[in-house]
C-alpha cells in the first residue's frame, strides 16, 4: 500500500524545487508577487512579471532558500531564475560542509546555476534584488518557506 508520502515523492523527487502555488491550494494570484515597471528599467521592458517562488521538497533539508522564477507576464514564459537565501555566510558555509566558496555563494540573491535561463538571467537579478528590498517580501518568503517545510514534513 503506498502512502501519500510515497505519490508525493514519485511525482517530485528529493531534490526538486517546486513552486508554493503547486503545493498550496490557494489561489495563485494570492500567492504570486507582481512587480509592475511603468517604464524600462534593469534591462527589462516595461510590464508586469511574476516572481513565482519554488521551495525545496527534501523534508531532511533545511537550505533555507528559494528559487524565483521571473515569469514575463506577456509572454508567460521563465526569463530566468533567480536563487535567494536569507541566512548569513555562516550558515551556508556550515551547510555545504564547511565549503566556503560555495556557502558564500548561497547568500542574499544570485543567478541559479540549477534555473532555467534565457539570457536575461542578469537583468532578472536586478529585478529580484529591488523586489528584496522590500523587508515585507523577505519575510513573506520565509514564512512561506516554513509552510512548505511543514507540509512536507505532515506528509504520512
Same mark, same amino acid.
Given at each position: 500500500?503506498?502512502?501519500?508520502?510515497?505519490?508525493?515523492?514519485?511525482?517530485?523527487?528529493?531534490?526538486?524545487?517546486?513552486?508554493?502555488?503547486?503545493?498550496?491550494?490557494?489561489?495563485?494570484?494570492?500567492?504570486?508577487?507582481?512587480?509592475?515597471?511603468?517604464?524600462?528599467?534593469?534591462?527589462?521592458?516595461?510590464?508586469?512579471?511574476?516572481?513565482?517562488?519554488?521551495?525545496?521538497?527534501?523534508?531532511?533539508?533545511? @537550505?533555507?532558500?528559494?528559487? %524565483?522564477?521571473? $515569469?514575463?507576464?506577456?509572454?508567460? &514564459?521563465?526569463?530566468?531564475? #533567480?536563487?535567494?537565501?536569507?541566512?548569513?555566510?555562516?550558515?551556508?558555509?556550515?551547510?555545504?560542509?564547511?565549503?566556503?566558496?560555495?556557502?558564500?555563494?548561497?547568500?542574499?540573491?544570485?543567478?541559479?546555476?540549477?534555473?532555467?535561463?534565457?539570457?536575461?538571467?542578469?537583468?532578472?537579478?536586478?529585478?529580484?534584488?529591488?523586489?528584496? @528590498?522590500?523587508?515585507?517580501? %523577505?519575510?513573506? $518568503?520565509?514564512?512561506?518557506?516554513? &509552510?512548505?517545510?511543514?507540509? #512536507?514534513?505532515?506528509?504520512?
Amino acid at each position: 500500500m503506498t502512502n501519500s508520502k510515497d505519490v508525493f515523492y514519485k511525482e517530485f523527487p528529493i531534490g526538486s524545487f517546486v513552486s508554493f502555488s503547486r503545493l498550496i491550494s490557494e489561489d495563485i494570484a494570492l500567492k504570486t508577487r507582481r512587480v509592475s515597471l511603468l517604464q524600462d528599467m534593469f534591462g527589462l521592458s516595461k510590464g508586469a512579471y511574476f516572481l513565482v517562488e519554488s521551495y525545496c521538497v527534501d523534508g531532511s533539508c533545511d @537550505c533555507r532558500k528559494v528559487m %524565483i522564477n521571473v $515569469i514575463a507576464g506577456d509572454k508567460n &514564459i521563465i526569463l530566468g531564475t #533567480i536563487g535567494f537565501g536569507w541566512e548569513g555566510p555562516e550558515y551556508y558555509i556550515k551547510w555545504m560542509y564547511d565549503d566556503e566558496k560555495a556557502g558564500r555563494a548561497l547568500v542574499g540573491a544570485y543567478i541559479e546555476p540549477g534555473g532555467i535561463q534565457n539570457g536575461l538571467e542578469n537583468e532578472c537579478l536586478e529585478l529580484v534584488k529591488y523586489s528584496l @528590498c522590500d523587508l515585507n517580501y %523577505i519575510k513573506l $518568503i520565509k514564512e512561506r518557506y516554513k &509552510i512548505f517545510k511543514d507540509i #512536507i514534513h505532515n506528509l504520512s
